[in-house]
């Protein structure tokens, strides 16, 4: 199996503040990897390191076998790295099928038969096509949040607490989704609170702790193991 991404010993922050201390992980092709942990563990932060949008003042992020370390989000577009951050990630005064279009603003073909393919995985936003996404639910948006990411087919896609805020009707809408995809053949690196239900769909998954590697292994491994259960997954097994 292909690595696609890979985070060797990274350490990383905001500013002096270091919230990163020599993190490993990687992705390998058409895998679903989730990353959690308690609250301030890192988890974003992982996610923000990969995109550009903070400094790393320690280790290498390689996409493919190519270094990307501290590579502008910009040019981490281009290269096949799409982010869909947690919150404020569609354009809500334009409709559903302009932000499709937007999605693929760097790209010099004709977006229609993407946008097409996108509504085949995202089915109730082809009746929505004219809605502002600003209108739509929760669920939905994410729907349109994600489509926009997928345009330019990217080597893997980046979510960042895809659920926050969704009803548990729309948490297992969205989970779904994220199996569809990965179906399709996304490869996608995923940071969730609901750690349960997101360690359920992975193939593999890290905890995070303090900005450190606590615990890897199997989705199943890790919600069957008692010390992880216990501790981040709201109880030991029944």
Not at 97 to 103: I, T
């Given at each position: 199996m292909s690595r696609v991404l890979e985070l060797d010993r990274i350490s990383a922050g905001y500013g002096e503040t270091e919230i990163l201390h020599g993190v490993d992980l990687h992705v390998d092709k058409g895998e679903i990897v989730v990353i959690v942990g308690p609250n301030g563990?890192?988890?974003?932060?992982a996610m923000k390191a990969v995109f550009g949008l903070l400094n790393i003042t320690r280790g290498q992020i390689r996409l493919a076998s190519e270094e990307i370390t501290n590579t502008p989000p910009q040019k981490v577009v281009t290269k096949g790295v799409a982010y869909v951050p947690q919150s404020a990630n569609v354009f809500v005064s334009l409709s559903v099928?302009?932000?499709?279009?937007?999605?693929a603003y760097v790209s010099n073909e004709d977006p229609a038969p993407r946008i097409g393919e996108i509504?085949?995985?995202f089915p109730p936003l082809r009746e929505k096509w004219r809605q502002p996404a600003g209108s739509l639910s929760g669920g939905q948006r994410q729907m349109v949040a994600m489509g926009k990411a997928l345009m330019l087919h990217p080597k893997i896609l980046l979510l960042d607490e895809p659920t926050a805020g969704l009803s548990?009707?729309?948490r297992g809408e969205i989970f779904q989704i994220v199996k569809d995809i990965n179906a399709a053949g996304a490869t996608i690196l995923m940071v969730?609170?609901?750690a349960k239900q997101a360690l359920a769909i992975a193939h593999r998954g890290y905890v995070l702790v303090d900005g450190a590697n606590r615990h890897t292994g199997t989705g199943a491994g890790l919600i069957a193991d008692e010390e992880v259960a216990r501790m981040f997954l709201g109880g030991g097994r029944a």
């Open positions: 563990a890192g988890k974003s932060t099928e302009e932000n499709l279009e937007m999605g509504y085949e995985l548990p009707k729309y969730e609170q609901n």
